[in-house]
């Protein structure tokens, strides 16, 4: 059955609308979890086992346990809220190509929809440029940097979210705010409702390293809790109430659910850009890990950037991307 463009956008508005709504309680959800597993790992296994352990090895085996779980629970808070806070990176006020770097997500717009959508400025850029193909967002009506995609759904949250930390005076001024109906984010990789934000530029090294530290405390509670898992199924009395009981049960199923997905969500992530068989920004493996965890091998790890590293690799700040060497314009 065919559908008229307006009903199409009205349920598109619809399906923004309700992924915004999911976004609002997805924290808690994720808090949720990390307790229910902080409770059944640590405080109805381990953190007894630990306590009324008789032997070297059982204390050695519960002490690494308990330790491990803290350090990687830390660095998996600690990623989570940087992606959450972290503004994905927006279009500069004013921002123009000096080049053009790529061509439209659709069909280039006709040299009268650029007259009748961009600025005298806007207009002078692209005569200054002399490119009919470069890059405009007819949602923004703003220029587009390359790989600069519309999103939709993260505006709103996003605002609320920086407003608030902004009047707790934890990260000084809230960087290009514009209207609720969404906005170009530098870098979109997706809108993550489990972070109630975009993937961009700027916070997308703090989303590989989240999935990273969640699959390794994911998979560290999986292992932890087999033998216990396994004790259900078998004619050996366990020890404990049977809220207890019932939460190690859940909290297994749970984080083995979470490990299988989050490594493949990772090995997507590490493979996606394989398909395209030349691709303009690939710069090679060392290149392509530098081009998003920077050189300094300390701030791999950490959610953070070194200050040189922000100051001689571009594409950290996302407006400047380097191409192969052999690239000639083939592909746009």
Known sequence: ???SGAAMAWNVFKFCTALRGLGSVMILLVLGIVGVTYYA?????????LLAATGVLEAFVALAVVLLFH???IMLLWSYFS????????????????????????????TAEFSGLMNSQQ??????????????????????????????????FLHRTLNLVIDLGVFGSCPNIASLGGRCVL??????????????????????????????????VTLSLLPHFIAFFSDVEIPGTPGALATTFLTF??????????????????????????????????????????NNKWYWFIPSYSEEDLRIIPALQGLDYPVRSDFDGQGL
């Open 253 to 294: 199923v749970l984080n083995l659910a979470f490990t299988l997905s989050v490594l493949g969500f990772m090995i997507m992530h590490a493979y996606e850009k394989k398909t395209t068989p030349f691709w303009k920004y690939d710069l090679g493996r060392k290149r392509n890990f530098a081009q998003v965890f920077g």
């Open 41 to 49: 790992l640590i405080l109805c296994n381990y953190g007894p086992a």
């Open 83 to 110: 992606v959450v806070f972290t503004d994905p990176g927006g279009v500069p006020p004013n921002w123009r190509s000096d080049v053009d770097e790529e061509s439209g997500e659709t069909a280039p717009l006709s």
């Open 123 to 156: 207009s002078m850029a692209l005569s200054d440029t002399g490119s009919p193909r470069i890059r405009y967002c007819r949602k923004c009506n703003q220029l587009k940097p390359p790989r600069c995609h519309h999103c939709s759904v993260c505006k709103f």
């Open 187 to 220: 870098k979109m990789d997706h809108h993550c409702v489990w972070v109630v934000n975009c993937v961009g530029a700027l916070n997308y090294k703090f989303f590989l390293l989240f999935l990273f530290y969640t699959f390794l405390e994911t998979s560290l």
């Open 1 to 3: 059955m065919h559908r």
């Open 71 to 73: 350090f990687l629970l």
